[in-house]
């Protein structure tokens, strides 16, 4: 390979933080004060902060910041009255932190099929909801793939079913016009390096619901300081809980809400670049064999990687990512026999017990996938689909 074809960045880089960013940082570190719930009125500012815009952002009632995503998705699902007696739906296509927070409840897990576009099978969903009568669906909008929220919500309110959306890869993203993380009783995010915004460890909680946000807060571990939190409930609502509810130590630290708060403000350019990132890559990788999955027109995406299914058998597959490989890019598989960094599917839960679901199984044994720095060129963009093109044919 010729070193014009070099790709300018690592496909494991992040971006750098802003001046902004660092500002708010070394206010903390000066301050010596990182945990959320100093007993001043001063303390905890960025945490409350966040919160506070975290929620006008999304147009809802609260907002509660937790340690992580999956933290997020744990306190959510308790908040809204899970317990380990019941059985909650999953979408097949997501990663280990997601049935992780279940398995952390402790309540019955079971799977969902996924379609040809890496979004849940409506059919499938109905009819496991039949079947099962869970409590709830965790929707996982993994990779930033998620259809029609609407007759997904209307679904699951026909059938008395809390809906739960995991919005670790869609910050920004909207179906006709709605944000994700709206549609259900609470949605969930992380802040985790690889995310929109990069807190190194981070999650947060957005709900209108005043029960489920006042017993996150307290869930999370407020030390009776709940009215610190960005936009609590009344004292009353939380009058309904203390006491009743434990304290799991979940917390956001105020670091992180330092360096989270300037990304929110540039959430919208950042995802237009990265929209830009994938449309340029997916216009480039034209092929008989390369298909991407069809984006819904009332879907805004909010992508930091990309996701394509090549249709070879599996050996050929593994030719295909060795040889892009050896010229310096790295492309991720779901069809590998074991889990491999952030690429890991249900078959390798083996606390799992459904492993019945070949429409998954079928898609994942074709699926790559390919992280998208912020920080890449149109240039770069283009050394991919090469890499990628010239490997096919060779
Ligand atoms: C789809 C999905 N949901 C949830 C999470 C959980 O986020 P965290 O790593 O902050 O726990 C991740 C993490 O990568 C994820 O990929």
Partial sequence: MSG?????????????????????????????????YGENTSDGQFVAKLETEFAKYHNTKYSVGVNSGGSAMYVALISAGVTKDDVVLLNS??????????????????????????IVDVIDLESKIKLHKPKAFLLSHMRGHFGDLEEIQKLCKEHGVLLIEDCAHTLGGEWNGKKTGTFGIAGCFSLQTYKQINAGEGGIIITDDEDVAAKAILYSGSYGLHHQNG???????????????????????????????PQLDSLESINNKWNNIYSTIQNH??????????INPKVKQAPTSIQFFLD????????????????????KWFGAPKAIGFTSTYKHWTYLDNKDLSQTDQLLAKLCDIRLPSTLTSKDCKTISSILLQAIDD
């Fill in 312 to 331: 070879y058998p599996s050996e050929r597959i593994v030719e295909i990512l060795k040889n892009c490989e050896r010229n310096g890019l790295k492309i």
């Fill in 231 to 261: 936009n609590a409930p009344s004292k009353e609502v939380f009058a309904k809980y203390e006491g009743m509810i434990p304290n799991y130590s979940l917390r956001l630290n105020e670091l992180a809400a330092a360096v989270s708060l």
């Fill in 285 to 294: 990788l034209q092929h008989e064999n390369i298909r991407f999955p069809d």
């Fill in 93 to 118: 296509f997501t990663l280990a932190p997601v049935p992780g927070a279940l398995e952390n409840i402790g309540c019955k897990i079971k799977l969902v099929e996924i379609n040809e576009n890496l």
């Fill in 4 to 36: 014009k074809d070099e790709l300018s960045t690592p496909l494991t880089a992040v971006a750098e933080l802003s001046d902004k960013a660092l500002e708010n940082a070394n206010s903390v570190l000066k301050s010596g004060q990182l945990f959320r």
